[in-house]
């Protein structure tokens, strides 16, 4: 494609649009065409998620207790539980009022939030109820508060309460202080350790930025601030104390939909949402304006595709979500 540029590809556009992916088509005419939501053909699309193509089809396999598969691996069962399918239909801008959609958010609510803490659990609490307290981890409760409020429910109280936790308990340090002890860090050195985890990050920063700014608490705004910074001390994809090396390679190839990894397209993603434009995103940013062929596409890089319940366009061919995601990530920078 040849560098960064602002200006969108008409006939980039009009491939997207052309797709059978309403959700695409949709987030097409609204993020990158700036079309308000009452324009008929964003109205269209926006019916056409529920009812054509992959959310339908994830909502027909989904049993009676709003589960998906069995109700105790709503997180182990990668990626065919429940928490899975509530990030994919999140990510596909389900109607989160739809009923069978709603259950899926009331079932996780039920099985996997900590009610001590309200960060949610890897596992379900079969004496007490709610999710397993000594079980709570960072990325996860990130993963499913960002879900719930794209579901609808940022007012819920129980989601309030999950936001709380993240501002209170996520770490954004890098390895240069003692790291803290006791619940919820010691249980899992691969969650938190020395130095804070990426994924962790991510999905916490992720959570918070889907909050209007409007509504966003001082703790919420300290906690996005921090968060930034620590993204952006990595320049989000490299080792923040040796900017020579990558720090995970798998980084650089970009996929869709994500579960609880990352990849650099997404921190680009929640940082120019947030409005940043610094120096320490130009080799990022760069990384993927380079990834683009030279009809201005994006190639699914990275997927879970043999292990989701719908799968997700093709490894290896030209992505419309990747390519939504590119297209952006460079106009807003």
């Not at 609510?109 to 596992?123: N, T, V």
Request: charged residues 25%; aromatic residues 8%.
């Amino acid at each position: 494609m040849g560098g960064r540029t602002a200006q969108l590809d008409r006939r980039t556009v009009a491939w997207l649009l052309d797709g059978d992916d309403a959700s695409v088509r949709y987030l097409t005419l609204t993020s990158l065409l700036g079309m308000p939501p009452e324009t008929p053909e964003v109205e269209a699309a926006r019916a056409a998620i529920m009812t054509e193509g992959t959310v339908p089809r994830i909502l027909a396999a989904q049993l009676d207790d709003g589960h998906w598969q069995a109700r105790d691996r709503f997180y182990t069962d990668k990626y065919r539980g429940t928490v899975w399918q509530l990030v994919i239909l999140a990510e596909l801008v389900a109607d989160g009022a739809e009923p069978r959609v709603r259950a899926a958010c009331e079932a996780i609510l039920r099985d996997s939030q900590d009610r001590e803490s309200g960060a949610f659990s890897m596992a379900r609490d079969k004496r007490a109820g709610g999710g397993l307290h000594r079980q709570v981890i960072p990325c996860l409760t990130g993963n499913m508060v960002w879900s719930l409020i794209r579901l609808g429910m940022a007012d819920d109280p129980r989601v309030r309460r999950a936001l709380d936790w993240i501002t209170t308990y996520q770490r954004f340090d890098d390895g240069d202080d003692e790291a803290p002890t006791g619940w919820p860090y010691q249980p899992y050195e691969i969650c938190w350790g020395r130095h804070t985890c990426h994924m962790g990050v991510v999905k916490a920063l992720k959570a918070l930025a889907a909050i209007p700014p409007d509504r966003r608490s001082p703790a919420v705004a300290q906690s996005l601030a921090d968060g930034a910074e620590f993204m952006l001390r990595h320049h989000v994809h490299k080792r923040s104390h040796d900017l020579t090396k990558v720090a995970k390679p798998g980084w650089r190839r970009f996929g869709f939909p994500l579960m609880y990894q990352t990849d650099v397209l997404e921190v680009l993603g929640i940082l120019t949402s947030l409005g940043y434009r610094d120096e320490r995103m130009v080799e990022a940013l760069d990384l993927v304006a380079d990834a683009a062929d030279a009809d201005g596409r994006w190639s699914l890089a990275s997927t879970f595709n043999d292990r989701f319940v719908v799968p997700i366009e093709t490894k290896g061919e030209p992505s419309r979500w990747v390519t939504l995601r590119a297209l952006q990530v460079l106009s807003a920078a």
